[in-house]
Nanobody, 129 residues
Framework: QVRLVESGGGSVQAGGSLRLSCAAS????????MGWFRQVPGKERERVAA????????AYADSVKGRFTISQDNAKTTMSLQMNSLQPEDTAMYYC??????????????????????WGQGTQVTVSS
């Protein structure tokens, strides 16, 4: 089976840090663009960060640039989102996602939630002031 499982969420004070992890089960990230999204009840899902299948190019939402970093391990079975300088506005359910891409997209981060077809179950991040 093909699954993504997030972990690492929790409750922190403003200015703190968390590191989220996304573990692949049944596949590796080779050939897949990866992304992190977040969602607050009543609002649409927002792309936080994305990484190309090759791992060489990344993209970030303006709201998290300079604070969040997306990465993969060398085995391409674990993806991480390092979140620093967290603010209350970062409070959300965070999801990792994967998209099967062709060779012509190997260096392209995918920006839209509709681009992704494999999703994790989510992990809650709560930031208090």
């Amino acid at each position: 089976q093909v699954r993504l499982v997030e972990s690492g969420g929790g409750s922190v004070q403003a200015g703190g840090s968390l590191r989220l992890s996304c573990a692949a089960s049944g596949f590796t990230f080779s050939g897949y663009a990866m992304g992190w999204f977040r969602q607050v009840p009543g609002k649409e899902r927002e792309r936080v960060a994305a990484i190309a299948a090759s791992g060489v190019n990344t993209a970030y939402a303006d709201s998290v640039k300079g604070r969040f970093t997306i990465s993969q391990d060398n085995a391409k079975t674990t993806m991480s989102l390092q979140m620093n300088s967290l603010q209350p506005e970062d409070t959300a359910m965070y999801y990792c996602a994967a998209a099967d891409v062709g060779w012509w997209q190997t260096h392209t981060p995918l920006l839209r939630s509709a681009d992704y077809n494999i999703w994790g179950q989510g992990t809650q991040v709560t930031v208090s002031s």
